[in-house]
Nanobody, 118 residues
């Protein structure tokens, strides 16, 4: 059983940066594909991007390409989401998730709130 805990969220002004962390416990997730999602109030959950065990990452959401990046530190069992040039529309709860041996993400964190003020 893997537990994920996100941190690093908060209130930031537009144009600022935040780095979110997702720490896994229970077992190593170095062989897992990890992902970040976000959900804004009144909107459906949006897939932000993912990172494979190899370290190859993909930022899928067009709205954040060029501004967000995903990385991982397997020694720390941690995945990161670096967010730059933040905009008010990036305000959301950001959650990480993981999968192993399946295309579905089977374990999730509780999420961390990011609020971007204009």
């Amino acid at each position: 059983q893997v537990q994920l805990v996100e941190s690093g969220g908060g209130l930031v002004q537009a144009g600022g940066s935040l780095r979110l962390s997702c720490v896994a416990s229970g077992r190593t997730v170095s062989s897992d594909t990890m992902a970040w999602f976000r959900q804004a109030p009144g909107k459906e959950r949006e897939f932000v991007g993912s990172i494979r065990a190899s370290g190859a990452s993909t930022v899928a959401a067009d709205s954040v390409k060029g501004r967000f990046s995903i990385s991982r530190d397997n020694a720390k069992n941690t995945v990161y989401l670096q967010m730059n040039s933040l905009k008010p529309e990036d305000t959301a709860v950001y959650s990480c998730a993981g999968s192993f041996g399946t295309s579905r993400y089977t374990y999730w964190g509780q999420g961390t709130q990011v609020t971007v003020s204009s």
